[in-house]
């Protein structure tokens, strides 16, 4: 595809195959020409490592600002009991959904990894927010480390699991049959990172990404468990024409609708 800005003419002209001029011409200020400019700038920003350049009350915190405020306003409506993160990395995610849980009054964080390294474990367990947050290192789809997070989610809790680790199809499969249960109805499991195949083509990407990603491990997960869906959450907020997010996370979000 090869896009034209031209900003004397305020015109965003998108030519779908290069060898052929098959051009579609958009208004420059209009829907379709910011969609589709924000798709190429996730990409483009997503090479540069733009999301590493961010922190969260001291610790960075390796997300799309997008997704962080659509997170928060899933959480605040729902106003989970328990926040289950797989992958803590440097704990920046964990110490935002602490934040969220006390500024609600209501919460607690569980973060599992692989491997926390001591100086990220450390940081975190000093941080302020710290009393909110249960750390558990082992991989998330082990028998053992999933029967330790299920021990410490009581019945009736309302939880919210968002799975941020290995991000092969595999392994994000593994961890949706590992913690779906846990969901309550009304809430999510959200398998993040998905904008994996819209980047197999960028340097710092691979060809195998266009079917080996967390959002083609989401589709296939609803398809053998009707009691999810894949939906965009709605945005309580919106004077806009616009519709879509612009986010790292497509087809994540899994709406558990009833009971199994």
């Known amino acids: 595809m090869k896009?034209?800005?031209?900003?004397?003419?305020?015109?965003?002209?998108?030519?779908?195959?290069?060898?052929e001029h098959n051009d579609r011409v958009l208004p420059l200020y209009s829907k379709d020409a910011f969609e589709l400019l924000s798709q190429q700038w996730i990409k483009v920003g997503w090479d540069q490592k733009y999301v590493y350049t961010f922190s969260w009350m001291g610790r960075p915190v390796i997300q799309l600002p997008e997704d962080l405020v659509r997170t928060q306003e899933v959480l605040y409506r729902i106003k989970p009991d328990v926040i289950i993160e797989t992958g803590v990395a440097h704990g920046g995610s964990l110490i935002y959904y602490a934040s969220l849980c006390k500024a609600m009054g209501k919460g607690r964080v569980i973060g599992i990894d692989i491997e926390i390294r001591p100086h990220n474990r450390a940081a975190i367990e000093a941080h302020e927010l710290?009393?909110?947050?249960t750390l558990l290192e082992g991989s998330?789809?082990?028998p053992e480390i999933?029967?330790?997070?299920?021990?410490?989610?009581?019945?009736?809790?309302?939880?919210?699991?968002?799975?941020?680790?290995?991000?092969?199809?595999q392994h994000v499969a593994d961890e949706l049959e590992a913690y779906h249960n846990l969901v309550t109805p009304g809430s999510y499991i959200v398998?993040?990172?998905?904008?994996?195949?819209?980047?197999?083509?960028?340097?710092?990407?691979?060809?195998?990404?266009?079917?080996?990603?967390?959002?083609?491990?989401?589709?296939?997960?609803?398809?053998r468990h009707p009691e999810f869906s894949v939906e965009q959450p709605h945005w309580p907020f919106n004077e806009s024409a616009l519709s879509q997010n612009i986010t790292h996370w497509p087809g994540a979000w899994l709406r558990r609708e009833k009971h199994a």
């Open 146 to 169: 999933v029967q330790r997070v299920k021990s410490l989610v009581a019945p009736g809790e309302t939880t919210v699991v968002f799975l941020d680790s290995c991000h092969t199809k």
């Open 3 to 19: 896009l034209i800005i031209d900003t004397v003419e305020k015109t965003l002209t998108c030519r779908a195959d290069i060898t």
């Open 140 to 142: 998330s789809t082990s």
């Open 130 to 133: 710290s009393p909110l947050i």
């Open 191 to 223: 398998a993040t990172d998905g904008v994996m195949q819209d980047l197999h083509d960028v340097p710092r990407g691979d060809p195998e990404w266009s079917w080996d990603n967390p959002t083609a491990a989401a589709v296939e997960f609803s398809q």
